[in-house]
């Protein structure tokens, strides 16, 4: 799909015959009030398949009125911009319902979650301010302001995670109506996409670190390595 910013974000609010405007927001960039997005414009497209299979596998006996499993595996095939890649998430689960009044589950599940376009596309700045130089554990740290820049990056790929969920479900038929049920969930995540905050790219720099160094300039200087 063609995902690009509205007309609103390629404006200027003017606060000119608006009575209760605020004057912070006259003549800044992007038409929105609470946020407001650069332009930009991407293509993401995305093919899937999947299948859904319920197997029964025991029913009407001693302790199992019913037990069953769940399976689900699903490809999907994605293009950014010419660059393609494929992500599988699968799910195994089962169901055992000892009688009328409980029901036991689990389920084994790996998921993800794919970048979205103002991950892949959307860069910006802000005014950051309050940030300790050249870390806070240095012999003399003073406070400075900066500029945070963000770029988009089309290398992102999709947040992986993979859930196990046990639990129970409670339809006491003493008490007609009533529902209630226990989970638990474990969720372990690789590859989260997240970013880096200004303080902790220089905290980063501080202990030696070049990656984190080549983020930041001083007065219009790149950082090779800051002393400690």
């Not at 200027?12 to 800044?28: E, F, H, Q, W």
């Not at 596998?57 to 494929?86: C, E, H, Q, W």
């Not at 038929?173 to 790219?201: C, E, K, R, W």
């Amino acid at each position: 799909a063609i995902r690009s910013a509205d007309p609103l974000s390629y404006s200027y609010t003017s606060c000119a015959g608006l009575r209760g405007c605020p004057a912070g927001l006259n003549g800044v960039y992007g038409g929105f009030q609470s946020y407001n997005p650069s332009p930009l414009s991407g293509r993401i497209s995305a093919l899937e398949g999947y299948g859904e299979l319920g197997i029964p596998l025991l029913k009407n006996l001693p302790l199992i009125k019913s037990l069953g499993l769940d399976l689900a595996g699903r490809r999907t095939d994605y293009d950014v911009v010419g660059i393609g890649y494929s992500e599988y998430s699968w799910k195994l689960g089962g169901n055992w319902q000892i009688n009328r009044d409980l029901q036991l589950h689990a389920t084994r599940s790996q998921d993800f979650r794919a970048p979205d376009v103002g991950e892949l596309f959307t860069p910006g700045t802000s005014a950051t301010s309050n940030m300790v130089f050249p870390s806070p554990t240095a012999p003399a740290p003073f406070a400075v302001t900066g500029e945070s820049i963000t770029e988009a990056n089309l290398d992102l790929r999709p947040e992986r995670g993979l859930t196990t969920t046990v639990g129970a479900r409670f339809t006491p038929s003493a008490l007609p109506g009533l529902l209630g049920s226990l989970d638990f969930y474990d969720i372990g995540i690789t590859g989260a996409i997240s970013s880096v905050g200004a303080q902790s790219v220089i905290d980063y720099c501080a202990t030696g670190n070049p990656a984190y160094c080549s983020l930041l300039s001083v007065a219009g200087a790149a950082l090779s390595k800051i002393s400690r």
